[in-house]
């Protein structure tokens, strides 16, 4: 069983994770594709229904009916995208293992605790995310509460006050330094948990213990990591950026002349966005898996552990989640056996050596 298991460089797991991404292309973009296929649905059917808002002459409620849409979805989105990245930690785990891994396989093996990775997810993106929400969302309601109608979004601004713009302005410089802060804290918690998906789905641990699992691994390494995740957020932007630059443009272009663009339009971006969705979706999840087995190798010595695993050497480790596809064995492992001297069959014992035979007795007068 060939294995990867070693202390490896930064350099040496960017090349890791480009060799399993393309080795195994098939794989990791099928397991994304089913996040990225309902994404698609979803966003093919709000689409439907604002066209069919527009032909009942209903626009002015396309913004409440488009909210209304997102918060029904949003819960799908969770446990799919959710589903969707166990499913490839999963999968990795497998394939830098030396172990054979399908799509079907991966999905069947985190179904049964899909509501713990969903809960997990769920923890860290609020932890994450949530002092940026908070900002956000107090900004805009100042601008809809405050600035709106004072007039400060009409064209020309005559009718806006020097007070209200001086304080606009300051709301304003104070939301962007106060976002600012927002980002750094979250991508230090982002850091800092990132390897609890990957802890949780290996190691078979719930939401809580997996975090901390996060927070014990990732010490020493978050600067790595930082990097990583720079690299990979880089690449999906540049794709991002080349595939949707001509659908960019086309609602630029109709958004100028106060129209929206044609549906065909919309509708092939969409589905240009469900390809680039499944290419890019698996490389974040490879990068963070195979970190994680860097970080048990470094701290935990994990590669002479699964070495005698693999002799047969040592049971399985507690915790340890040796899934395997549906329909497929459990790996057994052999039973060590005792290397003491086992107890073989008692020889017969030599007879005690004969003395010299007793005198005969005399008789007595």
């Not at 978050?222 to 659908?247: D, K, S, Y």
């Not at 509708?267 to 990068?287: K, W």
């Not at 994990?302 to 049971?315: L, V």
């Amino acid at each position: 069983m060939q294995t990867n298991l070693r202390p490896m460089s930064l350099g040496e797991i960017l090349d890791r994770t480009a060799q399993l991404y393309r080795t195994h292309f098939t794989l990791f973009a099928g397991i994304a594709s089913v996040y990225a296929g309902v994404l698609l649905v979803l966003n093919l059917s709000q689409l439907g229904l604002q066209q069919l808002l527009i032909h009942m002459h209903m626009s002015h409620q396309l913004p409440w009916v488009t909210l209304g849409f997102l918060l029904l979805i949003f819960p799908l989105m969770v446990i799919f995208a959710g589903a969707a990245v166990a499913a490839n930690n999963r999968a990795v785990s497998w394939v830098n293992l030396g172990r054979p891994a399908t799509i079907r396989g991966a999905y069947g093996a985190i179904l049964p605790r899909l509501g713990r990775y969903i809960w997990l997810t769920t923890m860290v993106t609020f932890i994450v995310y949530i002092p940026f929400v908070v900002v956000s969302v107090a900004y805009f309601v100042f601008l809809f509460v405050y600035a709106r109608p004072k007039g400060l979004f009409v064209q020309g601004g005559t009718s806006a006050s020097p007070e209200a713009a001086i304080v606009l302005g300051l709301v304003t410089f104070a939301f962007v330094i106060l976002a600012a802060g927002a980002i750094v804290y979250a991508v230090l918690m982002l850091l800092r948990y990132s390897l609890a998906i990957p802890a949780a789905v290996v190691e078979d641990l719930k939401a809580r213990p997996a975090i901390r699992r996060s927070v014990e691994l990732s010490k020493g390494s978050r600067g790595r990591i930082f990097v990583l995740l720079l690299l990979i957020f880089v690449i999906e932007l540049g794709l991002i950026m080349v595939t949707q630059a001509v659908f960019f443009v086309a609602i630029f272009v109709a958004a100028k002349h106060q129209q929206q663009p044609p549906v065909w339009v919309q509708v092939l971006q969409q589905i240009v966005g469900f390809f680039t969705n499944s290419f890019i979706g698996p490389m974040y999840a490879t990068g963070l898996t195979l970190f994680y087995y860097d970080q048990r190798v470094r701290k935990e010595g994990y590669d002479i552990e699964w070495m005698m695993e693999a002799a047969g050497m040592t049971a399985q480790p507690a915790g340890e989640l040796l899934a395997t596809e549906p329909g497929v064995a459990e790996p057994v492992l052999s039973v060590p056996v005792d290397l003491a001297p086992q107890p073989t069959e008692s020889e017969p014992e030599p007879a005690e050596e004969a003395g010299p035979p007793d005198p005969p007795e005399t008789p007595h007068g």
